[in-house]
């Protein structure tokens, strides 16, 4: 799409040199044909380091868009990039796509259903009722169990199990909202990348990237009715007791454990080989390997175990 | 059904001019062709005030009856109104029902099931393996993903997207128990009805109300994994985010805001633009709009900040 | 498979008379032709008790092996079991069984996939995208509802009632990890039993047993989202409520009640008639029936509702 034309659509002002539009994307990964945006003035120190293209900004924050960035100002930036999120999403289904691969020794049943441009390993085992969406790519030896659903773009490992009733790459939960209370959808147009030897149990939900990718690292465990938003990291070997959610964009080290019904905010990063006890809420960044955790909000868990024997004299 | 059927069903006498009943409600619902039920002394003011055509109660319950209602005694009201709740269960599928109607540009994957009797809109999109049940219906616009499934008589409005594996319309939670503690399943008779611009995550649950409906309002958006129970009403705009619950018969007004994995009781009402904090415990009701909520129980966030800060001091 | 055989997979010596191993099983279930393991201390106790034909052993237990068991002497049993239940794990689908079996009245879904080697009873309504897997075995009388999965091996009374896209039968969360941190999956080679007269709500997930079965006792109500780990035993007329969690081999006696959002340690013992408040975390075994608890760590009911009052008071 020409940078014109994004003009046109969210009401912005252009008369520079017109010039093709690849894409959305964050300030620090958007490249010089992609649209960025600032929606938030804690963001506006990137904006000096940034390739965009061309970035979506409010009046109060054009005068920070400089290196030749083109900057469309609106007067609601996250609301004008939530509006412009659908015009690059691609088709749920293409069917101008190639009818997807599938390797040797994999058994498809045929009631499930591998959507054009798909590509499917060697020796996998793909289930009644799966779901595989366009241009997703599933490794060798993998299997997917009945009625799992992958979206479109995702990637799944080698080696995997993902278990019964299972969603990977349905959109984050992103919207604008606008002062009089109502909702835009901002299009998730990332992807989720399962990496190998990973096991997922089953009605789990793993988001999408609303740009980029969520990522499932190597050797990752993950249980029933777990949430994982849109743009996490979990790193190798980690363990996702049942029940347990976290919030967009937190990054966990290799090994994390996360007990059951236990939550973390979004944007976080966790350092590797931490444990979070069951229930635990996650209320900050943990920097120091090796630790235990409990509560909510969230402290270690020799003091958290203090506290429950303050809490039981109180009662006395 | 004749009355006297009833009367015999149920184990009640009944000896007054037999008519015929059109279904089972509340007190305040039920029309003068219907039947009622009291189980719970705090509906007895509701005897009062009823059309309904017949009533079943309790001994205890019999002279409080009037206004032409007959009175059906049996030895357990709500024992019986579960018996009952099966005569009028329609069939979960019916051969006999016109073939589904599809509107214009509306594309229904080959691998998915919509039911006799239902009916869908305009240019919406119908996924492999979901399942659209009887009597149902679908707006324009709407994009139903993989392995969803809509059980028979909801209502799905214009400009909706519902994820993968999410379930609308399942039975609400709710039976009788006996003294011996045995359950009776109440069928649960009523639908959801689901407006405009709506969107729901991936394996979520929404209940069919025992009467009438659930209500999901415009422009409400719903995260992955989340309960709704039966007979809830979402206010417009409303917002819950992944892993909250809500038990049945709640309403909320719009713009109310659940953090993840809050939850609510039933049978409460919430105001207007109330948000609850991730975590909270709502166990009232809300009167003032625009309040934050956290914790549980339920107490202002102000005062949930002072609380954590006591009980950091009590460590020390 | 040979005892030799097993030897040489997991790295361990052997020079005894061989035999066929028939299968795995816990030191207490083990019959003379199947092979168990110790990986902690605590169930050293039970060797002396076992039928066990074989049992793999750290050098530091080799010594209390007797009865005529063989001792496979490993350097890591726990990781050694794990490496060997992969060879006991039965295939997910098997060809060369027989057509499944359908009595008669029950009507399955011709979008419904039914495995070689199950059985379905009479008059039982099998819907849309059902599956039901290998020598699995339904009773009559049954609705199993669209999107729900029965793996393979799986057993559902008469009378049950199982709403859409929940999973019976998943892999419980098994694995051993390595001082690497690296896991290796335990085969979770047991089953399912569910027996007449069950309700189970939308998205709920039960997880198959490692060795023998997860048990859910006649006439139990499950609500939406609710997680039940491997090797559970719920009592007879149970009720758990929605998001409820369960985590691996608790047991619960008749007529337990979980409110939503509870939680339950693994191994625990809970009276009949015990009744858990919502969001309470059971942290230990109830022997006294009738009681009710609430909060986390778990306290009775009344001393939970003191604290509350406590905690107001420390905030005035």
Redesign the interface.
Known sequence: MKISEIASIIGAEFDGEDFEVTGMNTLKEASNTEISFVSNSKYINDIKDTNAGAIIVDKSTKDYVQNGSVALVVEFAYWQMATLSKYFAPS??DDTLAKAQIGEGTKV?S?A?VANGAKIGKNC?I???V?IGAESVIGDNT?I???V?V?RDCIVGNEC?I?????IG??G?G?A?SKL???R?IYQNGNVIIEDDV?I?????I?RAVFGSTFIKK?V?I???V?I?HNCVLG??S?I???A?I?GSTTFG??VVMG??S?S?GHLNIAP?TTFA??S?ITKSIKQSGLTFAG??LMEHR?WL???A??AR??K
């Open positions: 749920i289904e049943s009631k259903e085992m289930m009644a009722h779901y299997t169990y009945p009625n659903t979206y199990i278990h019964a009733n299972t969603t349905s959109d939960f919207f909202t209370g109502e909702h959808k096991e149990g089953s009605s789990t939900t988001d050797g465990r249980d029933n009715l949430q938003g190798e070997y363990v007791v049942a029940q959610g919030a290799r090994n059951g019904q939550a905010a080989f069951a229930r809420g909510f909000p003091t203090r506290l429950q303050k809490i109180l009662l």
